[in-house]
């Protein structure tokens, strides 16, 4: 079954740190790009980062460059995203999805996704 489990979200306090997942179940990750989204309380969805598994070109949103990094653990089948420096508006659910080639890994593409996670709920507050 094709999937994509996102895991790590949790409760941390401003300035702290987390590590998410983002693991592919029932297929490769190797052929597509994978973003990581966010969903605000109240806001509508967004696109934070992306990755190109073939070549581990990354991209971020200015929202989080310089706090957040994306990597791919290609043997792992596995996608994280460190984020250091949380504020309190990094707060909401983040999400990962899969993309085929061909996006550049704009995070403006608004074309659908092959693959999304159901999401991981990330609390930063004190």
């Known amino acids: 079954q094709l999937q994509l489990v996102e895991s790590g979200g949790g409760l941390v306090q401003p300035g702290g740190s987390l590590r998410l997942s983002c693991e592919g179940s029932g297929f490769a990750l190797y052929p597509y790009e994978i973003r990581w989204f966010r969903q605000a309380p109240g806001k509508e969805r967004e696109a934070i980062s992306c990755v190109k598994m073939s070549s581990g070109s990354t991209k971020y949103a200015d929202s989080v460059k310089g706090r957040f990094t994306i990597s791919s653990v290609n043997a792992a089948n596995t996608v994280n995203l460190q984020m250091n420096s949380l504020k309190p508006e990094d707060t909401g659910v983040y999400y990962c999805?899969?993309?085929?080639?061909?996006?550049?890994?704009?995070?403006?593409?608004?074309?659908?996704?092959?693959?999304w996670g159901k999401g991981t709920l990330v609390t930063v507050s004190s």
């Open positions: 999805a899969a993309a085929a080639y061909g996006t550049s890994c704009l995070l403006t593409y608004t074309g659908a996704m092959d693959y």
